[in-house]
């Protein structure tokens, strides 16, 4: 009886969930794992080393990029460890 209630809660709510499997899957094949993020561009490293330099002598740091792109790289990047930051960008509420 469970398999049969599971197959027929699959059959209705599949569907629905096929969207949501399309973008995980879309959203894997650009980060596979978040937490390798720092490792596909060497600036991204240094970046890492540099941050944490600067966090425990207690400066702040800016950021510029000419990409919006490069901003959601940043984002993940900045989520990853914990950074709080403030994205300014023509998505920005005033």
Do not use: W
Request: proline residues 4%.
């Amino acid at each position: 009886i469970k398999e049969v209630q599971e197959s027929l809660l699959l059959a209705e709510v599949g569907p629905l969930l096929a969207p949501l499997r399309k973008a995980i899957v879309h959203h894997q094949l650009f980060f596979p794992d978040r937490r390798l993020i720092q490792f596909d561009c060497g600036k991204l490293q240094e970046l890492a080393t540099l941050l944490r330099h600067l966090r425990m002598d207690g400066h702040r740091c800016l950021i510029f990029t000419q990409m919006s792109k490069m901003l959601d790289v940043l984002e993940s990047f900045l989520n990853l460890y914990g950074y709080t930051y403030l994205r300014l960008d023509g998505t920005t509420k005033p």
